[in-house]
C-alpha cells in the first residue's frame, strides 16, 4: 500500500541553524501539507502546496519557514533559524483531490 | 470560529465497553469529518470518517454520529479492545480551503485488559 515517507525520523540542531525535513508523498497526488504537533498537544496546521505554489498558510509559517518541491516526488519543508519553540514533530501529508489526507511517519524536530 | 472542541481530554474503559469520544464545532463551511488514530512517536493515521449528508457512519467496531444541527459528532468504539489504547484526534475540513486540517485536541484513549 503506498505510504507517505519523511526523512529524518529525528533531527537535532542547534538555536539558530537551518534545517531541511523531507518528505516522499503518495505517488499520484497533488496536494501537500506540512503539520505541527508539539509534545502533547494537537496537530497544527503549518502549509498547503498545490501545483507548485502555497494555495494556505497559518500564522505559524512565518517568514523562517519555506517549502518546496524540488523535483516530482520530493516536498521540502525548510527552517532558516530555528528557535527552541519550533522543537515539535512535522508531519507531512498529502491527498489526492478529495478528501482522505494520508500522513507520514513524522520527523522529531529537537532545537538545543 | 475556526477550532474544533474535543472531549474528553482523557478516556479509560474496560475491555469490550463503549468508548465515546466527541467533538464540537462553530465553522458551519466544514463539510469533511474525519477521525484520526495516532499511536505514540507514530502519524496520525485515518479511522473513518463523514459528510454532514449523513447521520451516522460504520465500520467494523467504529462509529461516527453526526448531529449537524447541533454542530457535533462523535466517535464511537464498540467492544474496545486493549489495543485502541491511543489518542484519537476529530478533524474538520471545508471544501471552500485548501483542504486543510483543522484538530481537536485529542483524546487519550487506555483499554484495560
Known amino acids: 500500500e503506498p505510504e507517505v515517507t519523511q526523512t529524518p525520523s529525528h533531527q537535532v540542531t542547534q538555536m539558530g541553524q537551518e534545517v531541511i525535513l523531507r518528505c516522499v508523498p503518495i505517488?499520484?497526488?497533488?496536494?501537500f501539507y506540512w503539520y505541527r504537533q508539539i509534545l502533547g498537544q494537537k496537530v497544527e496546521f503549518l502549509v498547503s502546496f498545490y501545483n507548485n505554489e502555497i494555495s494556505e498558510k497559518s500564522e505559524i509559517f512565518d517568514d523562517q519557514f519555506s517549502v518546496e518541491r524540488p523535483d516530482g516526488s520530493n516536498f521540502t519543508l525548510k527552517i532558516r533559524s530555528t528557535k527552541l519553540e519550533d522543537s515539535a514533530m512535522y508531519f507531512c501529508a498529502s491527498i489526492a483531490g478529495v478528501d482522505e489526507q494520508y500522513f507520514g511517519p513524522g520527523t522529531r524536530l529537537t532545537v538545543t | 470560529q475556526q477550532q474544533v472542541k474535543q472531549s474528553p481530554q482523557s478516556l479509560i474503559v474496560q475491555k469490550g465497553g463503549i468508548s465515546i469520544i466527541n467533538c464540537a464545532y462553530e465553522?458551519?463551511?466544514?463539510?469533511?469529518f474525519p477521525w484520526y488514530q495516532q499511536f505514540p512517536g507514530k502519524g496520525p493515521a485515518l479511522l473513518i470518517a463523514i459528510r454532514p449528508d449523513v447521520s451516522e457512519k460504520k465500520e467494523g467496531r467504529f462509529t461516527i454520529s453526526f448531529n449537524k444541527s447541533a454542530k457535533q459528532f462523535s466517535l464511537h468504539i464498540m467492544d474496545s479492545q486493549p489495543g485502541d489504547s491511543a489518542t484519537y484526534f476529530c478533524a474538520a475540513t471545508s471544501s471552500g480551503s485548501a483542504r486543510q486540517l483543522t484538530f481537536g485536541s485529542g483524546t487519550q484513549l487506555t483499554v484495560l485488559p
Open positions: 465553522n458551519t463551511a466544514f463539510d469533511y
Open positions: 505517488s499520484n497526488h497533488l496536494y
